[in-house]
């Protein structure tokens, strides 16, 4: 899946748990999944490193 830099949410799955969610793809703190507290992405200053599996980008 491509990125593109106009979305600010992604849809992602934790690799742990299987759970769904979705997250702000500039967040400036460390995202958790809310289930098993796994990492699901981290700051880099800028977009997010994302840790998890996107399954969509949205708005």
């Given at each position: 899946?491509?990125?593109?830099?106009?979305?600010k949410?992604?849809?992602?799955?934790?690799e742990?748990?299987?759970?769904?969610?979705?997250?702000?793809?500039k967040?400036?703190?460390v995202?958790?999944?809310?289930v098993?507290n796994?990492v699901l992405a981290?700051p880099?200053?800028g977009?997010?490193?994302?840790?998890?599996k996107v399954?969509?980008y949205?708005?």
């Amino acid at each position: 899946m491509k990125k593109n830099d106009k979305n600010k949410f992604a849809q992602v799955k934790c690799e742990k748990c299987k759970n769904e969610q979705v997250i702000f793809t500039k967040a400036t703190t460390v995202v958790k999944c809310l289930v098993c507290n796994e990492v699901l992405a981290e700051p880099t200053g800028g977009k997010v490193m994302l840790k998890a599996k996107v399954l969509e980008y949205l708005g």
